[in-house]
C-alpha cells in the first residue's frame, strides 16, 4: 500500500514538473516574440533571423 502511495505521488511531481516547464516555455517564446517585435523598428528581418540562427 505504502508503495502505491509511494508511486503515485512521484507520477504527481513528475506532472508538475511537465506543468511548470511548458509554462516556462511559453513564457521564454513570449518574451522572445515580444523582443523581436521591439526590434523590427530598428533592425531588418534577415539580422534577426541570422542572430536567431546563430543562438
Given amino acids: 500500500m505504502s508503495d502505491s ?3 503515485n505521488l512521484g507520477t504527481l511531481m513528475d ?3 511537465g506543468i511548470l516547464l ?3 516555455s511559453m513564457a521564454a517564446f513570449s518574451l522572445e516574440d ?3 517585435k ?3 523598428d530598428s533592425v ?3 539580422q534577426i533571423m541570422v542572430v536567431l540562427g546563430v543562438v
Fill in 22 to 24: 511548458i509554462v516556462a
Fill in 15 to 17: 506532472n508538475v514538473k
Fill in 44 to 46: 531588418s528581418t534577415g
Fill in 34 to 36: 515580444m523582443f523581436i
Fill in 5 to 7: 502511495r509511494h508511486n
Fill in 38 to 40: 521591439r526590434l523590427l
